[in-house]
């Protein structure tokens, strides 16, 4: 069965720090991915989404960039953090009937 | 433009009252619409995939319907292990990702 992990669970950072947040998948094969922004009182928002190694699409223009060095595995990057950055942040998958979401990370920029 | 809305932003049911949520949608070309439960903290659980008007799915105490413009999710004789918020969630043509809606928070007292 297919499995997705992210970390960290929770983090705190201070305003104008990088940020690195880590998706991996298991059971799957070239999956399409996804990082989800959800933050108080909205929905999610589509931040990127990779069909493939190396290939990125940017949904939102922000502070964030995204990468796919590995077929299964997807990072979300800051260079420097905003407190607006601050939400839960969701990595997917997609299986063609439904997205898959992993645990999530709380981000909290102070 | 494509959109997703959700009602009522919250719902108190005593166990055994049974009850619905809607979903409001409108998109250009619908490839499906999406349920899914989130409990605080925890990324979305996959519920249901409707792709067209009509159709029908069943799971426990949920079953979600859709029409031309909305889907309810009908939660019979509903238990507090259902108290969750639920998010309806669509595919359109372009197919990058799902458009979510804000979702309905569910609460169920015993």
């Known amino acids: 069965s297919q499995t997705i992990h992210q970390w960290p669970a929770t983090l705190v950072q201070p305003v104008g720090s990088p940020l690195s947040l880590e998706c991996t998948v298991e059971?799957?094969?070239?999956?399409?991915l996804y990082w989800y922004r959800q933050a108080a009182g909205r929905g999610l928002q589509l931040l990127f989404y990779?069909?493939?190694?190396?290939?990125i699409s940017s949904e939102v223009p922000q502070n964030l960039s995204a990468s796919r060095p590995q077929d299964r595995q997807f990072i979300l990057s800051s260079k420097k953090l905003l407190l607006s950055d601050s939400g839960f942040y969701l990595c997917?998958?997609?299986?063609?009937?439904?997205?898959?979401f992993g645990p999530g990370t709380r981000l909290t920029v102070t | 433009e494509d959109q997703v809305t959700q009602s009522p932003e919250a719902l108190r049911l005593q166990e055994g009252e049974s009850s619905s949520l809607n979903c409001s949608y409108t998109?250009?070309?619908?490839?499906?619409l999406f349920w899914y439960r989130q409990d605080p903290g925890k990324g979305p659980e996959f519920l249901f995939t409707?792709?067209?008007a009509g159709e029908e799915k069943e799971k426990e105490r949920l079953k979600a319907t859709l029409t031309k413009k909305e889907s309810f999710l009908h939660i019979t004789a509903p238990k507090p292990e259902d108290s969750a918020t639920y998010l309806c969630?669509?595919?359109?043509?372009?197919?990058?990702?799902?458009?979510f809606g804000k979702g309905t928070t569910l609460s169920v007292s015993s």
């Open positions: 997917a998958w997609s299986s063609g009937t439904g997205d898959h």
């Open positions: 059971g799957t094969s070239n999956p399409n």
């Open positions: 990779s069909v493939g190694i190396g290939q």
């Open positions: 409707l792709y067209s």
């Open positions: 998109v250009s070309g619908l490839r499906g």
């Open positions: 969630a669509l595919a359109n043509q372009a197919g990058t990702a799902l458009i």
